[in-house]
Structures are given as structure tokens and as C-alpha cells.
């Protein structure tokens, strides 16, 4: 069995995370990748304090398992989900979009481990000296907010940048994935889109048959000239978007067509308005299964590809 630094941290039996992907992690699918033996995580973008709660409360009721809540730093009523994760002891909190260490005395009160995504080895390092157990590393090919490194290019060079355990992103779905993360340094993997189709993923089913429908070039990034690139399925309002990236409409219009995107695709499926995040590793995605074969599989063939690197050394 593939043996990890990060399963002895965390108390996990598999080094898999699952992505805390904005109004899609809910406790249902933390809980059923935890289980599996997994790290499961909620996502907190909403803001909305009750509904985090009732899902870490949720989260509890179904594993006592590990299991973490994703924090979007520049999102709303951040104070408060930091009080209310310490308040929970939650096992883990991972962040995005910003430098968690504001917050990571409070959460080490509360015995928390504090890992952050970066997409650079700058805030990987800042991490580190904020207090960071350990930092996930994600490429550009992740579905969501990403950076401009590819994971290859990205991932060993934040292994050589930090003494902390670095986890890869972006671009990973399968135990070929998980090998290759582990030959650029990393000691364990976060994985998203795969788990868009999962069963215990409560997402619309219009969703999920465009990531089993998707190939390599099924994705697009949008939302560069705004600072903030997001990559998604190709779709009626993504190629639109696209294309009034480079008309003359103004930065608050394309802040306006853009909100509720997320939910019309993960709520109604809503193929003429909705934003289907995905990563470019949706091709790769191809039946529904439970979270619990899924992990299986991944790393039942990591293993067997690690077992055999050896006929390629002479």
C-alpha cells in the first residue's frame, strides 16, 4: 500500500483529497470520500454561516473520519467561518484566493491543520512562514479559479521551494495521476472534476453528463482581462463570455454576466446560462461511479505503476 506523510498527518488512510469546489462539496460527498479513506472536503464559498454549519453538522453525523472545510479568503464573512471552524474542530481547513495567516493561530488552538492551494512557489513559501502544515500545489489545468503554471511545471518546483508536504493538482483523475505526482515531489494528490460524476455527488445531472461527455479540448479559460481566470466546459455562456472578454464592454458588465453561473449549472443544469467548472482532465472522466470505487481504483492502479517503474531503470 502507498505509504504518505500526509496520511500519517491528517489520520487518512489514502493520500486523496477531494476538491472543495464551490456549491458542489457539500457534506454528502466530504463524507463519502472520507469514508473511503479519503480527506473530504466542504466547500465555504457561499459565505452563508448557517448553511456551513448544518454542513460540517451533517458532515459529523455521517463520518468519523477526517474530514475539511475549503475557505475562500477573499470571500464574505470570512472572520466568522474562521471562528466557526475553530468552534467546530474541524480536522482540516484548506483556502484559496489568498494568504491564510490571518487566521492560522486560531486554528491551531483548535488543533486544526491549515493547508493553502497556491498556484506559485511565492505563496507557497509565504505559506510555510504563516504556519502552514502543508500546501497544495495547483496547476492551471484544475476546473475553477486557476493560475498560469501547468502542474508539471508547478509541482516540483514548490516541492524544492518548502519544507512542508506538498499535495498536486489540477489535472489528476486517475492512479497514472497519483504516480506522476509522486515522481515530482508530491506526497499525495487533491482531485475535483473526477468526483463531479461521483454518486454521492448532489449536482444536477445535466453537469455530470457534460464531464462524461467532454474531451481534451472540451474546456476554456475565462476571465483573464478581470485578473481572475477561471476554466470551464465549453458552452453557449462560456463561449459568449469569451468573446466579450475583447469587446468594449465595461469590467461591471462582465462581473454581472457572470453571477449566478455556477448555481444555474450545478442546481437546474442550465445549458444555455450555466458555468460548468470542470478541469482539462474531463476527458479522462468517463462513467459514474461511488466515491468509494473511484478511490479504489485510483489507487490500486498507482500502485501497480509504481510497483513497476522499476523496468524502466537498467
Known sequence: MIKSPICELLGIKYPIFQGGMAHISDAELAAAVSNAGGLGIISAASGDLKYIEEQIDIAFSLTDKPFGVNVMLMG??????????????????????????????????????????????????????????????????????????????????VCDSVNIPVIAAGGIADGRGIAASYMLG?????????????????????????????????TIVTGKRLGHPVRSIKTAFSRSYAKAEYTD?????????AVGTLRAAVCDGDEKRGCFLAGQIAGLVNREQSVKDMISEMIRDAETILNGAEKWVK
Open 76 to 157: 464574505p464573512n470570512v472572520d466568522e467561518i474562521a471562528e466557526l471552524l475553530a468552534q467546530k474542530r474541524v480536522a482540516v481547513v484548506t483556502t484559496g484566493a489568498g494568504n491564510p495567516e490571518k487566521h492560522v493561530e486560531l486554528w491551531k488552538k483548535s488543533e486544526i491543520k491549515v493547508i493553502p492551494v497556491v498556484p506559485s512557489c511565492a505563496l507557497a513559501k509565504l505559506a510555510e512562514r504563516s504556519g502552514a502544515d502543508a500546501v497544495i500545489a495547483e496547476g492551471g489545468e484544475s476546473g475553477g479559479h486557476v493560475g498560469d503554471l501547468t502542474t508539471m511545471a508547478l509541482v516540483p518546483q
Open 186 to 218: 508530491a506526497v499525495g494528490v487533491q482531485v475535483g472534476t473526477r468526483f463531479l460524476v461521483a454518486t454521492e455527488c448532489n449536482i444536477n445531472q445535466t453537469y455530470k453528463n457534460k464531464v462524461l461527455k467532454s474531451n481534451d479540448t472540451s
Open 249 to 257: 464592454i465595461s469590467d461591471d458588465e462582465l462581473e454581472t454576466m
